[in-house]
């Protein structure tokens, strides 16, 4: 059979963001899979050279617009580590409420775009009018909608009264009814099923060798979160990582939205256990040295490296994103698969191009 | 760092990656450092159960580093990002880009380097 290489992307109606992948096909079955990145690299990373590491929390929040919060939270932790700066129990309290509000509007656009991937238009819409009330609650805590910009070296900058957090509770509920009406169909229905259930496997042991990330490794059964480390406030909250062990595109969404729930009880547990006090602290001098700090992006682990010379630009930022990580177990899903399911399969790894092209 | 980090030469990084690998430890990623006009830091990081540990390689710009692709198939990737931002060479790359994953084939310097050395400089260095 003669081999066809099919180019897929970098403009295509799946992708939300510019990736192209090389598919070599036998007929309608993908044998090998070269990616090409690179369409919209921005150098984020050499930002350091002019901006301070206080403007450099700016720069990493447009790393990427869906996790944005999660970013800066990552930046500022490994900064206050170097610096020796202890945080108000408070403010790794915010921080965890704002950070779980983000991922359940990430999983909820993601689900959207999964839908969409495969066909299911009414399914895309219902999903994104939900994560409108996320967006109303972004807006009305943070000022902004998107770029939540509420984490700063030593704390986080804004506050939530007694009457904000009544009125965010609220909207959650709300979530949380109008995703368990969503929960039949998302799991259970025999077309999500059809077009995901087998597509992509990914093996527990190749999901560990491939360095897969998030929910793309726990959707391989995997148990690993970076939350199990106990980052801001999340020792202190019950938590235990969502897992299934099929390893294919119905286990990734599976895992996406049972992390859903879980998410919305994690602000529940976090407002309830609120402490008072401050929410931040003023920071004094300059970093020095090197950190490796890790946090749970709603996309998984993302990984930032700062090195610190004592002045007030960093040696050097180095940002390895999720989705990063899960291009090369994506190359190892593909293959075997019919050229039809290559855009479910892709979606899948909930890809984010804004954060690989940093 | 508070993890442990250990350093490591050209010549022992394939086989102390192999050995990370038998332990069972899955491959983070790579970060590279320029250190002055003539070195770079690659740090290996590396996860198991949570647990980070680090291997630190610093090399001369100009000579190629053995890649590490063939032991952790992942590493490819971040590997030609470090050929196309740092310049630095990695020998046996399962997938070489040849410095085109981000940059276009005419661009030869190195855009995350202060101090680059040359295409023509390196080739002496071999």
Known sequence: ????????????????????????????????????????????????????????????????????????????????????????????????????????????????????????????????????????????????????????????????????????????????????QLEKVLLDDYTVRKRTVGKGVLTRDQALELGAAGPTLRGSGVAQDMRQLGYAAYGE????????????????????????????????????????????????????????????????EVMYYIKGNGSKNLDRLRIRTPTFANIPPLLSMLPGMELADVPVITLSIDPCISCTER | MKEKVISVTPETVVSQTLDMKKKGYRLVTLSCVELDADTLDILYHFDKDLDLMHLRLTAPKNKAVPSISSVYFASFLVENEIQDQFGIRFEGLVLDYDRTLYLEEEVRDAPCCRIAVSEEEKNKGE
């Open chain 1, 1 to 180: 059979m003669a081999r066809t290489i099919i180019p897929f992307g970098p403009q295509h109606p799946v992708f939300p963001e510019p990736l192209h992948l090389k598919l070599v096909l036998e007929d309608e079955i993908v044998k090998e899979v070269v990616p090409a990145l690179g369409f919209v690299h921005r150098g984020l990373e050499r930002l350091v050279e002019i901006r301070d590491f206080h403007q450099m929390i700016q720069i990493c929040e447009r790393v990427c617009g869906i996790c944005s919060t999660v970013h800066a939270q990552c930046y500022c932790q490994g900064i206050e580590e170097l610096m020796g700066v202890e945080v108000p129990d408070r403010a790794k309290f915010l921080r965890v409420i704002w950070g779980e509000i983000s991922r359940i509007q990430s999983h909820l656009l993601w689900l959207g775009l999964f839908a969409d991937a495969f066909g299911f238009e009414s399914l895309f819409m219902q999903c994104w009018r939900i994560r409108e009330r996320i967006m109303d609650i972004n807006e009305a805590t943070g000022g902004n909608r998107v770029i939540v910009s509420v984490n700063v070296i030593g704390g986080v900058r804004r506050d939530l009264d007694p009457d904000m957090t009544r009125w965010t509770l609220t909207q959650l509920d709300l979530v949380e009814k109008e995703v368990r």
């Open chain 1, 237 to 300: 909250l019950s938590y235990e990582p969502v897992t299934a062990g099929d390893g294919d595109a119905y286990s990734r969404n599976r895992v996406r939205f049972l992390e859903t729930y879980q998410a919305v009880e994690l602000v529940r547990e976090a407002i309830s256990k609120l402490p008072s006090g401050e929410i931040n602290v003023k920071v004094k001098g300059k970093p020095e040295g090197e950190v490796v700090t890790r946090v749970e992006q709603p996309r998984g």
